[in-house]
């Protein structure tokens, strides 16, 4: 193999850490991908460690020990969080996308993979440090940004449904009172989870927040702590929630009249 140059062994690096969040990767590892010296390899992911910083594209961590090695988090400034979203937002309001019951279509936006990503890297960014074992979703529109999220977390998504299905084995079956006040079911493969690990909910749209209590609801049947709850948006109207702790990416406040105007703006906690 020629030598491989140092641009050249920093632009593989940063691919191989960024495509794989969370996960730990050995010195030893590089320098045999790469047939160089543990303090060249030090010395490249020192200088990736300063660009991810100095362009907000993430952090890049060094842990020491015989366990140790490098490892990358999707890791965002509250500013350019809040500035993302300050701007999704603009996209958001006005009356071409109010829905009946005040809801607002977004669907687009959730389809859209860069849109999505950026999201669940923000939502990762906001519960790194509560150590998710799991990042859980309610199907379906819930699915991209959960995914993205546990993407960027490391971590397995797991996805409650309406109903069980064949393929995924026996189920534990709830009932919920929805936001609209019917009784719903939820149901969970039994082997989807293990009992004591640590959930991290994550949905796209909070009104009343009664589908966000089921699966805080279907978690305890499992023996499971959830420690945190996000979602893309959430309704300024009903002001007190069935959840409480959520942090929600926009609030939305449709502003009655003969045409209905959507205000979507930044959650408050991305002004911290």
Avoid at 14 to 31: E, H
Avoid at 182 to 201: G, P
Wanted: glycine residues 10%; hydrophobic residues 40%; aromatic residues 6%.
């Amino acid at each position: 193999m020629e030598k491989i140059r140092r641009n050249e062994r920093m632009s593989v690096m940063m691919k191989i850490l960024s495509g794989a969040p969370g996960k730990m990767f050995t010195l030893n590892q590089f320098c045999e991908l790469f047939g160089a010296a543990k303090s060249t390899i030090s010395e490249d992911i020192d200088a990736l460690r300063r660009v991810a910083k100095e362009f907000d594209l993430g952090e890049i961590e060094t842990i020491t020990g015989a366990a140790g090695g490098v490892l990358y988090r999707p890791q965002h400034s509250r500013e350019s969080a809040r500035t993302f979203i300050a701007d999704l937002g603009r996209q958001l309001s006005g009356t071409e996308r109010v829905l009946p019951g005040d809801f607002l279509y977004y669907s687009d936006i959730l389809s859209t993979p860069e849109i999505v990503n950026r999201m669940g890297e923000i939502l990762a960014t906001e519960f790194e440090n509560k150590r998710a074992d799991f990042v859980l979703t309610m199907e379906t529109k819930g699915i991209p940004v959960a995914f993205a999220t546990a993407n960027a977390l490391g971590v397995p998504l797991v996805i409650a449904r309406h109903s069980s299905k064949v393929y995924e084995g026996s189920a534990v079956n709830i009932n919920y009172v929805s936001g609209s006040g019917n009784i719903e079911t939820m149901s969970l493969s039994r082997r989807a989870v293990k009992e004591n690990q640590r959930a991290l909910i994550v949905d796209d749209f909070l009104k009343g927040g009664g589908t966000a209590r089921g699966m805080v609801e279907l978690m305890r049947e499992f023996n499971v702590a959830v420690v945190g709850m996000g979602f893309v948006m959430a309704t300024v109207n009903p002001e007190k929630k069935r959840v409480v702790g959520e942090r929600s990416l926009m609030t939305l406040e449709v502003l009655s009249g003969e045409t209905p105007e959507a205000i979507v703006r930044p959650a408050s906690w991305l002004n911290g």
